[in-house]
């Protein structure tokens, strides 16, 4: 899969080293995968990871037909399996269910963490996305605060 810089972004987050600045990193970066469209929500979960302290290499996906094609290549062993995925149900080309749906095909990550990331609040989505297990449920927060707070909830999982 030949990904145009445009469709696939990679950023990685140093942690601040609060207590012991001579501290070295750890030998193993977790790998996190967002599947996410707005601009302005994949700056959003940067800072929250940023604000927590999480150390991670961050893969973004802007669209769920990328995001499945990447998911075929994970299955294929082309790639090691992320240490958490966080997915917005609304997404180009092909939505965050069928993005979840592929990844508990896929038999080779179908244990990753999964997070939901999403603005709504339909108890519709919520049912239609809970036969593939998501490890959690999220509703994007409205205030800049709240959202910068979810940086410790992907923390717990990337630690757990």
Known sequence: MNLSPDEVRRFS???RAKDDPEQQPPASVPQVLLVEDSAADIGLVREALKEHDV???LTVFRDGADAISFID???AG???CPDLIIVD????????RE???RLRANNTCKDVAVLILTSSDSQRD???VAEYNPSMYIRKPSRLQEFLTLGNVFKTFLVS
């Open 13 to 15: 987050l140093p942690s």
């Open 55 to 57: 150390r991670c290499e």
């Open 73 to 75: 290549e994970l299955a």
């Open 78 to 80: 082309l790639h090691a």
């Open 89 to 96: 149900l609304n997404l180009p080309k092909r939505s965050g």
């Open 99 to 101: 993005v979840l749906q």
């Open 126 to 128: 919520k049912d239609e």
